[in-house]
């Protein structure tokens, strides 16, 4: 047997980063979670470098008509990269290591302390190279030629950095926005699911009680349990859950219904092993609203016994779950009309939103069946 490691080893706090589905707010959570990225992660120190290096170009072109040959034109040249490395790779660091302390911390607070810190290294580094210059003997001492580079050197290396931070925050709000939106369309999304199933559920439901209360008790007992579970899972909030939890949510609807519909429908389940099905997630409630529609559509249409066949397959990274309805001989039912109202285009975007442009839900109708297939993106961390 593989070594398979739990679904709820995989969302828990230790093992963030071996995320099962490729749900976008997770994937923005880190960067959502303090307006400055993790620099040193955008890039590595050698890329820096790489522009610190023609950031250093970039000043020493224009000062050059303070420089009297191209000898002090190089020795200008390295030593404002190393000065301008010694600034900002550190700080880069430090930054990085205090984020736990600054996102508890303002926006305006975080900011100022990063623009001080920017600022005292630049002094630091500045008057440490030039000192190492005049100790070589490359450079005169100046006392106010020094005073003077040093102030405009630590100002503008203020400036420059209150103009990343500021364009940090922008990066940082559009992403807030982008969250919202994506929380909005989700929600709207698990609403219209909700109202498209409470209306007819909930008065077919109460009908069926009604006429088991006196002659079956036991019954409408076990039916209000299985209400309960249903709905309590339905207004939860709960958006992706474990696999299991999804069949169990099944079979509850499928238990209400088999009860108003008697012998009209007969379920078959080709589960994988425990092993394997307790690993797997999907988005709440998309298998059984799946289910609801194809019951709707064809199970109430007709007297005859209709036979569903579920088969769920976890292979190669990838969750495939196969619904065969065998249509009724007797009662006409017209094709067309069935196809338009096999469009699962609600729960496939939730899909989508959870596990990728690549999940899907199609559904091919012939003239003696309908299979509906529900395909996702699922990483097993253990192969």
């Known amino acids: 047997m593989k070594n398979w490691r739990s679904y709820w080893y995989k969302t828990s706090q230790e093992s963030k980063n071996s995320s099962i589905a490729n749900d976008e707010v997770a994937l923005l959570a880190t960067r959502l979670e303090f307006f400055i990225p993790k620099l040193m992660e955008i890039m590595r120190p050698l890329q820096w470098l790489t522009y610190i290096a023609l950031w250093s170009l970039f000043l020493t072109v224009i000062e050059r008509h303070g420089l009297s040959s191209w000898s002090d034109f190089i020795i200008n040249l390295v030593a404002r990269t190393i000065q301008n490395g010694l600034t900002v790779i550190p700080v880069l660091y430090l930054v990085d ?22 600022m005292f290294a630049a002094t630091v580094s500045m008057a440490l190279v030039v000192l190492v ?35 940090f925050l922008r990066s940082y709000r559009e992403l ?13 999304q698990n609403d219209l699911i909700k109202t498209r199933t409470a209306p007819h559920f909930f008065f077919n439901t109460i009908n069926t009680l009604v006429s088991l209360i ?25 958006r992706e859950i474990s696999f299991e939890e999804e ?25 994988p092993d425990e092993d394997i099905m307790y690993d797997m997630v999907i988005t709440a409630l998309t298998l059984q609203s799946v289910l609801e529609k194809m019951l ?11 036979h569903f066949n579920i088969k769920v397959t976890w292979e190669q990274h990838r969750v495939a ?33 959870y596990f990728g442009q690549s999940a899907d839900i199609q559904s091919t109708v012939t003239g003696n069946h309908i299979t509906t297939i529900i395909d996702y993106p699922l990483q097993d961390v253990s192969l």
């Open 247 to 271: 069949v169990a949510l099944c079979e509850h609807y499928l238990a209400i219904e088999s009860s108003r519909l008697a012998d009209k429908l007969e379920v078959h389940w080709d589960l």
């Open 176 to 188: 807030n926005a982008l969250k919202l939106s994506f929380e909005y369309k989700l929600t709207a």
């Open 296 to 306: 709707l559509n064809v199970v109430e249409m007709t007297t005859e016994t209709i």
């Open 97 to 118: 290591y205090l984020r736990p302390v600054f996102k508890n911390a303002s926006i305006p607070s975080v900011s100022v302390r990063i623009v001080m810190l920017m």
């Open 321 to 353: 779950i196969q619904i065969d309805v065998e249509l009724p001989t007797k009662t006409l039912i017209i094709n067309h009309d069935l196809r338009q109202h096999m469009d699962f285009y609600i729960q496939a975007d939730r899909l989508r939103a």
């Open 133 to 167: 210059l005049i100790n070589m003997g490359l450079m005169e001492y100046d006392r106010q030629a020094f005073m003077t580079n040093l102030f405009f050197n630590t100002v503008l290396t203020g400036g420059f950095t209150i103009v990343f931070l500021l364009y």
């Open 214 to 238: 006196e002659s079956n008790p036991s019954k409408a007992s076990a039916l209000l349990q299985n209400v309960s579970v249903l709905y309590r899972a339905s207004f939860s909030g709960e």
